[in-house]
């Protein structure tokens, strides 16, 4: 059983939305913050979104600042990334995972669960 799955990845023209999710069956989240990182082709990979145990704070790369919104839904177990006006550097496997605390990290040893990622494709 594959602990976290993504979904909602695709193709999108610049300026469109897309809402991805991610179902945790890895552990209940409700003790651990969750995360979105993404891996652009030939890039390292990178954070994106992060939101605590309880959704009472949010934190986000500058490069989506404002453009994206993260939030959790701890009885369904499952992660939200609602992305608006895409551009095409948005461009990337985004990644779902899960904290080994309740805080948000910005970097990767902070987090245990990763799911399989999801492409995500803006044109221009």
């Known amino acids: 059983q594959v602990p976290l799955v993504e979904s909602g990845g695709g193709l999108v023209q610049a300026g469109g939305s897309l809402r991805l999710s991610c179902v945790v069956s890895g552990r209940p989240i409700i003790r651990y913050a969750l995360a979105w990182f993404r891996q652009a082709p ?66 990767e040893p902070a987090y245990d669960l990763w799911g399989q990622g999801t492409q995500v494709t803006v044109s221009s």
Request: hydrophobic share 35%; aromatic share 12%.
């Open 42 to 107: 030939g890039k390292e990979r990178e954070f994106v979104a992060g939101i605590t145990w309880n959704g009472g704070s949010t934190h986000y790369a500058d490069s989506v600042q404002d453009r994206f919104g993260i939030s959790r839904d701890n009885a369904q177990e499952t992660v939200y990334l609602q992305m608006n006006s895409l551009k095409p550097e948005d461009t990337a496997v985004y990644y779902c995972a899960v904290a080994v605390s309740t805080w948000i990290s910005l970097t």
